[in-house]
């Protein structure tokens, strides 16, 4: 029989350190749903997504119920709405109204998909889509929106980049009346992966298979209660408690994955082994850095931290998955987590260090508030920035920035749920980047890309 | 298919006849038993078969909640798979 001190372990890490399955999303293929027109178009997306889908929520409850494990979210991501865009013209809010409703109909919180690739360039139906951002995400409440806008092997369009500083400003301003929310369904990417679970990234992409399982795992608190074990130990050791510890979650992260994979008749894709905080206490990414011996997250050291926690978490789970991918690593949403919110209030935690941060990290800024009056074109400076990081360390690096209109920094915006309440930051307002983002055109991909 | 029920909580007379009188109600054969006593807490752990089950296992699992809340202790029926995964490579 299996040891009574492993069943009280994985009891413990579910009941008392808030380990769960973060997110099982179904990845579908809308490419054989592209029409010439654009009401038969969203006809074919209803009807796929209900048909592959309609199960997902179900099947995601019974492996809850009979695993004992938590399974917080079912999510579907589809193929870059763009992409359909470029077939029928006309509208795309349309799209975006035909996934809110196969939303409804399936009941999963949230399809990722209304994105668009722009890294090199715009083609059709790119920009009508990334121009439609923001009334979409006003008149729909579950679907999310993502525009990659840079990669290493392509450099980064800062046609784009000065186009999407413009619309995470109209997004918030379309939205101000229930706190900005649309900017926390919106993010631009640099090297956006293909087959993230996570929200508000996900999209489906093209090299997939029509139907996809892919599962995000969790468990910051049970990282930070392992070190908590281990008061003295030197940081080789504490790397070794964080990679045991992340091989476990991933395993029940598989386990589930296969599960549901297996019980849907889809293929299984990948176990996206992430530490995804929530504002609950106990479920923080900053009090891990904070246990390895931070005074708080944001002061110096704090890189370095993350960097060993974000290598060590992949080291643990890469063997426990016989498929990883998505983003895998540490996420740091400030307005998600309740250390970092605490950090930024405090204004220990600045927005430059995040900046540094998001070099080590998994993906890049995440969830930050920022000051009403902070222009488009510094929005636009903080993407940019961004993406230069990603570009170069050829990782993912992301913006989901929320321009708090009417307020200042150091009051709060609230989201409740999962996506917490965030603190507003302060961003450097007094010297402009107008100038630099106005030349726009494209910066050439690094020499890092020239690989073959 | 095998699950593991677990039980924790303080300790108290005919926890293990209550439980495992579900487990005769709903059919479920009891392989193993294992109990400890873990930082004051008791802890009790069975491991049983239930193919045989005559109720769903959604059912089997409710029942065995609900006599942990009357307790006031902490039941779970949870797939054996799980720490399998976890525990064993």
């Known amino acids: ?452 | 298919m095998k699950t593991v029920v677990s039980v924790i909580g303080k300790d108290a007379v005919g926890i293990i006849s209550k439980v495992s009188n579900i487990c005769a109600e709903c059919n479920a054969n009891i392989l193993d038993i294992t109990q400890s006593v873990l930082q004051d807490m008791f802890v009790m752990v069975m491991l049983t078969e239930i193919k045989e089950l005559n109720c769903s296992f959604a059912s089997f699992s409710d029942k065995m909640k609900a006599l942990g809340e009357q307790n006031n202790l902490d039941i779970r029926v949870m797939h054996e798979d799980i720490f399998n995964s976890m525990h064993r490579i």
């Open chain 1, 1 to 452: 029989m299996i040891n009574i001190k492993d069943i009280m372990e994985t009891i413990n890490m579910i009941s008392e350190e808030n380990l769960d399955i973060r997110t099982v999303t179904m990845g579908i293929s809308l490419l054989d749903c592209a029409d010439s027109d654009e009401d038969k178009a969203c006809e074919k997306i209803y009807n796929k997504i209900t048909r592959l889908a309609g199960n997902l929520v179900k099947v995601g409850e019974d492996i809850e119920r009979e695993f004992g494990i938590p399974i917080i979210n079912k999510r579907i991501s589809v193929t870059p709405i763009a992409m359909l865009v470029a077939s029928s013209g006309g509208n795309p809010v349309k799209y975006a109204k035909a996934l809110q409703k196969a939303a409804d109909a399936t009941g999963v919180n949230f399809i990722g998909g209304y994105s668009a690739l722009v890294h090199k360039g715009f083609s059709a139906g790119d920009e009508a889509l990334i121009r439609s951002i923001p009334e979409a995400l006003s008149v729909t409440s579950n679907i999310c929106s993502s525009v990659n806008i840079g990669s290493t092997k392509a450099g980064i369009n800062m046609d784009a980049v000065k186009l999407m500083g413009q619309i995470v400003r109209e997004t918030a301003e379309i939205t101000a009346d229930r706190d900005c929310i649309g900017c926390a369904k919106l993010v631009v990417f640099c090297n956006a992966v293909e087959d993230n679970p996570f929200m508000a990234g996900a999209f489906h992409g093209v090299g997939e298979p029509d139907c996809v399982i892919h599962v995000g795992v969790s468990g910051p608190g049970v990282v930070q209660a392992a070190l908590k074990k281990c008061p003295n130990g030197d940081l080789g050791q504490l790397a070794e408690i964080i990679k045991r510890t992340a091989f476990k979650i991933t395993r029940m992260g598989q386990l589930v994955g296969t599960e549901a994979s297996r019980r849907l008749g889809v293929p299984f894709g990948i176990v996206d082994l992430s530490l995804a905080p929530t504002p609950a206490i106990g479920d923080s990414v900053a009090h891990i850095l904070e246990e390895m011996g931070l005074e708080t997250c944001g002061t110096h050291g704090t890189t370095a931290a993350l960097a060993m926690l974000n290598d060590a978490v992949k080291k643990g789970g890469v063997m426990a998955s016989s498929y990883v991918g998505g983003l895998s690593g540490a996420f740091i949403p400030v307005s998600e987590d309740a250390g970092m919110i605490a950090a930024a209030i405090s204004g220990d935690l600045e927005l430059s260090k995040l900046e540094a941060m998001t070099a080590v990290c998994s993906v890049g800024l995440d969830m930050i508030a920022i000051p009403g009056e902070t222009p488009a074109e510094v929005i636009s400076a903080i993407i940019a920035d961004e993406a230069a990081i990603g570009m170069v360390n050829s990782k993912t690096t992301a913006v989901r920035v929320i321009p708090a209109i009417g307020k200042k920094a150091g009051e709060t915006l609230e989201f409740g749920g999962l996506l917490g309440s965030g603190p507003i930051m302060k961003v450097n307002l007094t010297k402009s980047p107008k100038k630099f983002i106005d030349r726009a055109g494209r910066i050439p991909a690094p020499m890092q890309s020239l690989k073959n």
